[in-house]
């Protein structure tokens, strides 16, 4: 079964780290986009990180320098080390797969992207 | 812009159609997907790519897209579709991004 499951979560002071694990079965991560996705209370989603190929990463403004994203393989676990936490980093955050994919659109080839395995999410608390 | 903006409420009477919209200037270039997110559950793909749609997904759930604007459409809405959809997309430097939300319900 394809499954994610997320951890590491819980209460921090501001200005403490979190390191959250997500725990891959059932495909590879080394052979996908892995992303964090977070959703603070009662807002929308948030996009903060993706890994991909080798080494690539990329990061919302709102957590670059901040936090830091990677993949163990051998583990088949993606980790995001959260540092400097702020009040504002309090959310539920999830993990999800991407996958992609290419269309031809009137003879121009379309790229499009996916997220179509999440976790249930581990939930990060900043205060004091 | 990098930005995808949704209305955030709509509302459809049982068993109408409703469209969902988002906008944004990476639509352009690349198809948005769209998750359906209900009270207390992780977000649920729902339509991706052309008009791709998951296993498990119904046929009266369907996605278009025209210039900067994706849409989602739901034919013969049941209660079970109400929910809040959120589009997605990413920009040229391949930051992913969200559009705010859309709270649907079902009257």
Redesign the interface.
């Known amino acids: 079964e394809v499954q994610l499951v997320e951890s590491g979560g819980g209460l921090v002071q501001p200005g403490g780290s979190l390191r959250l694990s997500c725990a891959a079965s059932g495909f590879t991560v080394s052979g996908n986009y892995m ?1 964090w ?1 977070r959703q603070a209370p009662g807002k ?4 903060v990180s ?1 890994t991909y190929g080798g080494d ?1 990463t ?3 403004e709102s957590v670059k320098g901040r936090f830091t994203i990677s993949r163990d393989n051998s583990r088949n676990t993606v980790f995001l080390q959260m540092n400097s936490l702020r009040v504002e980093d309090t959310a539920l955050y ?1 993990c ?1 797969r ?1 996958g992609e ?1 290419v ?1 031809m ?1 009137r003879g121009v080839i ?7 395995v ?4 581990t939930t990060v608390t900043v205060s004091s | 812009s990098s930005e995808l903006t949704q209305d955030p409420a709509v509302s459809v009477a049982l068993g109408q159609t409703v469209r969902i919209t988002c906008q944004g200037d990476s639509l352009r270039r690349y198809f948005a997907s769209w998750y359906q997110q209900k009270a207390g559950q992780a977000p649920v793909l729902v339509s991706y790519g052309k008009n791709n749609r998951p296993s498990g997904i119904p046929d009266r759930i369907s996605g278009s897209s025209s210039g900067d604007t994706a849409s989602l459409t739901i034919t013969g809405a049941q209660a079970e579709d109400e929910a809040d959809y959120y589009c997605n997309s990413r920009d040229s430097s391949g930051n992913r991004l969200f559009g705010g939300g859309t709270k649907l319900t079902v009257l």
């Open positions: 992303n996705v929308g989603l948030e996009w993706v690539g990329n990061y919302a999830y999800a991407e994919g269309t659109v379309n790229y499009y992207y996916y997220m179509d999440w976790g249930k999410g």
